[in-house]
């Protein structure tokens, strides 16, 4: 009688197909790094205009600059810029709070904080390299919507069918042999030795 996989079994089968889809994930996503990195910083400038914060950036490189230049000579001087300088920050951070609450992935990326404490500000640079970030995570997003991105999504559809498949009622060797399939159609090697599939098959 012909039995189904055991739990020990179906687990290590599981991690199995996680990490081969992974890497295979992996070395796809890495053929088109290239592509993602240059379309990202070529949709920088119109990403940052969408959101209506160049106002608030480039007051923000101006009252830090300022800032800066007069940090060694007057202590009052610099209070009132400092103020200045975060109260454009606040703007800024305000206004990227409104955006998150409709992205709810940007919530993985803090906007960074402002520090009462500097002697020197960078935290236009700072800004600049978070906005990038939050680019880049858009234009990778749209680029796996895209034709050009449909392997991807066809291999986590495929890891998900194949992982169903491990924690469903089917005959074991029935389950590897499928299995077995789906690997085949995203050009994964993996091995299913027959004495595995010959175990599954006798009771």
Request: net charge positive; proline share 1%.
């Amino acid at each position: 009688m012909s039995k189904q996989i055991s739990k020990d079994n179906r687990e290590y089968w599981s991690n199995k197909l996680r990490t081969k889809f992974s890497d295979k994930k992996e070395a796809v996503e890495s053929q088109h790094r290239h592509l993602i990195n240059e379309r990202s910083e070529k949709n920088f400038s119109v990403f940052k205009k969408r959101l209506r914060i160049q106002k608030e950036l480039d007051e923000i490189l101006k009252f830090q600059k300022d800032f800066n230049q007069y940090r060694n000579n007057y202590h009052t001087i610099l209070e009132q810029k400092k103020h200045k300088l975060r109260k454009s920050y606040e703007k800024f951070s305000s206004k990227m709070s409104d955006w998150q609450e409709n992205r709810k992935l940007w919530n993985n990326d803090d906007i960074p904080d402002f520090d009462e404490k500097r002697e020197n500000y960078f935290i236009a640079e700072e800004c600049d390299k978070w906005l990038r970030g939050l680019c880049k995570h858009e234009t990778k997003k749209a680029f796996y919507n895209s034709k050009e991105g449909q392997v991807l999504k066809k291999l986590d559809e495929l890891r998900e069918e194949a992982e169903d498949l491990l924690h469903s009622d089917m005959i074991g060797s029935e389950v590897l042999k499928q299995i077995s399939l789906i690997a085949r159609k995203t050009d994964i090697k993996l091995t299913i030795p027959s004495e595995t599939v010959k175990a599954l098959s006798n009771g």
